[in-house]
């Protein structure tokens, strides 16, 4: 018994006040800072971005300079840090390993799990933002069995990234910028989106004083779920699966279908009442991505163009208001930039992180915070007497 509201899911719960990310579901609005994203996957850069929902303001030019090069600083890790990959199954999924290496981090960074100190606070965010290309990177590359690569400081953030996972030993590499933009961008789209699952899994984690890295290895556990960050993987593999468009009504009636637990993944969302305003933009990413790379029949993004043409205008996605979410488009762009896609979430993850880490530090910050401690409405049995096991039945 007790006083305490039920809401099952959070579905009308605010957690926390936040001035980060705003979301309108019905207009289907998304504005980091106030700023829409769709000038700022449009016009600006992921590090841009990411100064922005860390500090509150765009940087001047003489900010986003330092801004870079303080991240760029902090690429490298710990040269042990290698021995946590190799000690992983040949086959472990990459999220495994992220989440693994991630917590790791709090084991070689002693400095920045202070958390009571503004100045390690920031060098926490910032090589939580440098080291996680990095990381995925390695992840990516010990999955394929090549050779880590280091982190070049002389690329930006999404080249660097796509270089060391793509580049091989005596082989030349030269980053496509067309492919480094829309790696980019895809960095932006993801950066941050308010109190979803595992950003309100990072606040809790840090409403104990538990240190950032070990709060974001949390956050990579909670995103890892195929309704969360996994959707993008559960995504591609439905289109696979569907294969031609001949198919695609089985598969539609199948996701009416209230006996049959499919869904179509990449659609509906809990907030967006509305077409997601970043899968418009992802769609737009992956038309030039596959007309860079000249894929542009690429059978799976002629499914999911008619696939979304057929929900749309059917009464059942109408009538739920389920629209394409940002996973719908980003697998097949993914895919066309060479990723597996068990390292989907992982890149979710990567760009997710200045998210995490800057609704961290709100939290932190806020004079008002206190542990997170939600009730519950107790549903078991009333009180009762132990029973010796030789008198039980
Ligand atoms: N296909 C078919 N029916 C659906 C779908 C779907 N993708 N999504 C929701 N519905 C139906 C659902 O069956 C329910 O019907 P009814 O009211 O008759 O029981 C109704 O729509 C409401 O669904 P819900 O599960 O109560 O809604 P929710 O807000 O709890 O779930 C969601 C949101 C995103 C988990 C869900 O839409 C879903 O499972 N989508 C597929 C997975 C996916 O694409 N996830 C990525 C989300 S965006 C990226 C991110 O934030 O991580």
Redesign the pocket.
Known sequence: TGCFTYDP?F?STASCESQITYIDGNAGTLLYRGYPIEQLAEHGDFLESCYLLLYGELPTKAQKDDFVNRVTYHTMIHEQMSRFFTGFRRDAHPMAIMVGTVGALSAFYHDSTDISDPHQRMVASLRMIAKMPTLAAMAYKYHVGQPFVYPRNDLDYASNFLHMCFAVPCEEYKVNPVLARAMDRIFILHAD?EQ?ASTSTVRLAGSSGANPFACIAAGIAC?WG????G?NE??LNMLAEIGSVDNIPEYIAR??D?NDPF????????VYKNY?PRARIMQKTTHEVLAELGHRDDPLLEVAMELERIALSDE?FVE?K?YP????YSGITLRALGFPTTMFTVLFALARTVGWIAQWKEMVEDPSQKIGRPRQLYTGAGPRDYMPINQRR
Do not use: C, E, V
């Not at 195929?226 to 960050?229: I, L, Q, V, W």
């Open positions: 899911g579905t989106h979803n995103l195929p309704a969360h960050g959707a559960a995504a996701a009416k209230k869904r179509l993944m990449g659609f509906g969302h809990r997601d059942y739920k389920l979410n940002i996973d719908f």
